[in-house]
């Protein structure tokens, strides 16, 4: 009998609302949740505005052991963790903890805790040689990506495969492919999936700085994000976090889940071309698109709505529209395009899932959340980008793709658990 993934729970952490519910009507009303910079003196950088989380860890359910043990994205990720497990039905020791495993995925993990205690030890940049007697003794976690998992794995009880991917801005579409690879090779039943960043930190913002990929428009933050219009330039920096509980659709029905969406096909390829740079043809995430299209045994025109990368920098917008195109062929222009980054910016890591977590809610909810800021498109990004305003239009298979430094090209589809089958 043939294995499937589907995700029967989502726990969100995003700007503009802590939760899945909230995550949903922020995209829906087409809200950005982009402000200027809180966290720290931006002014000294040449971008200042970010998607901050409204995140209060105590409120959200984290004792103070845990908020001192764990940096911020692994906070997020346990919060989203337990929410999906909830949303889910699941309680740690309702499967076999053997066969129930853990994937989680970052780009830039303990960024903020290593930025903070470099300062510490170091007397603010003032030596060379640090004194690591003034670290704390959770150092050793922010220098080790495992932690993340691990943190994830005691909320779900999980002793299974354990896992952390680290594919820069396609790790959250990678490490949801990953889980779903696990449970359809029967590796695992359950698996706790996703990926969490909160790299809103000097050090990020001067490094994003040096290679002008941030917007530098501070005056109005709201519409500084701005993906496929004329006067885009440059994303906005996120953070946020995006959980899943994907299981193997036969035991999902049997245990009566509510089941969001299967995962069909995905595909991931690079470029081998740029560290930062692509080209503008788009072959490498049409070819990631067409693999997964393959893998889910579904022709192009079975695509009711593609969420994108949409980083709203000159040459992504361009690369991604006719990548969509190279891909989809005619039905490209039939096929609504939107962008959430345009709301909750790019938390790098993180975005892939957060962008699963909104393509499996239009699926449930047969609204497509809206491009916001996008007044004047670009002549060269001459798709439908659903400018503004959400729309109701029932969706049964969404394409989500992500586009990474390093020349990373990652494509995953959805479906609706019922309406497509086969």
Excluded at 269 to 279: D, E, K, P, S, V
Excluded at 294 to 301: G, M, V
Excluded at 331 to 356: C, N, Q, R, W
Aim: charge should be negative; proline fraction near 5%.
């Amino acid at each position: 009998m043939t294995r499937r993934a589907v995700i029967t729970g989502i726990g969100v952490v995003a700007p503009g609302g802590i939760g899945t519910k909230q995550f949903w009507s922020l995209l829906t009303a087409g809200t950005p949740a982009t402000r200027a910079i809180s966290f720290f003196d931006a002014s000294p950088f040449r971008s200042q505005v970010a998607a901050e989380c409204d995140f209060d860890p105590a409120a959200a359910g984290l004792s103070r052991q845990e908020v001192r043990r764990m940096d911020r994205f692994a906070q997020f990720a346990v919060v989203a963790a337990r929410e999906a497990m909830a949303d889910s039905g699941l309680a740690a020791g309702d499967s076999d903890p053997a066969r129930t495993g853990v994937a989680m995925g970052s780009a830039v993990g303990s960024t903020m805790s290593l930025d903070r205690e470099y300062s510490v030890v170091s007397d603010e940049g003032r030596r060379w040689l640090v004194d690591d007697a003034h670290a704390v003794p959770q150092l050793y976690n922010y220098y080790v990506p495992s932690s993340l998992a691990a943190e994830v794995a005691w909320v779900a009880g999980a002793e299974g495969p354990t896992s952390v991917i680290s594919t820069g801005c396609t790790s959250g579409i990678d490490v949801v492919c990953h889980a779903a690879d696990l449970i359809t090779d029967g590796s695992a039943d359950v698996m706790i999936a996703g990926a969490s960043d909160a790299p809103i930190s000097p050090i990020t913002v001067a490094c994003f700085d040096a290679i002008k990929a941030t917007t530098p428009r501070n005056d109005d933050p709201g519409t500084a994000s701005r993906p496929f219009d004329r006067s885009r330039n440059g994303f906005v920096l996120g953070e946020g976090a995006a959980v899943f509980v994907i299981e193997e659709e036969q035991r999902a029905r049997r245990r009566g889940a509510h089941i969001y969406a299967t995962i069909r096909g995905f595909a991931t390829r690079c470029n081998a071309f740029h560290m930062t740079g692509l080209r503008p043809d788009g072959k490498d995430m049409a070819e990631a698109i067409r693999a997964a299209l393959d893998e889910a045994r579904l022709d192009r025109t079975a695509i009711g709505y593609v969420n994108a990368h949409g980083s709203a920098t000159k040459q992504n917008d361009i690369h991604e529209t006719a990548a969509v195109k190279l891909s989809l062929g005619e039905h490209a222009y039939a096929t609504p395009v939107s962008s959430i980054k345009s709301m909750i910016g790019h938390s790098l890591g993180a975005i892939g899932a957060l962008e699963i977590a909104a393509s499996a809610l239009v699926i449930e909810n047969s609204t497509i959340p809206p491009t916001a800021n996008l007044h004047e498109p670009d002549p060269a990004c001459d798709l439908d980008y659903v400018p503004l305003v959400a729309r109701e239009q029932r969706t049964d298979v969404v394409l989500s793709v992500g586009s990474g430094f390093g020349g990373f090209q990652s494509a995953i589809l959805l479906a609706h658990p019922e309406r497509v089958r086969g």
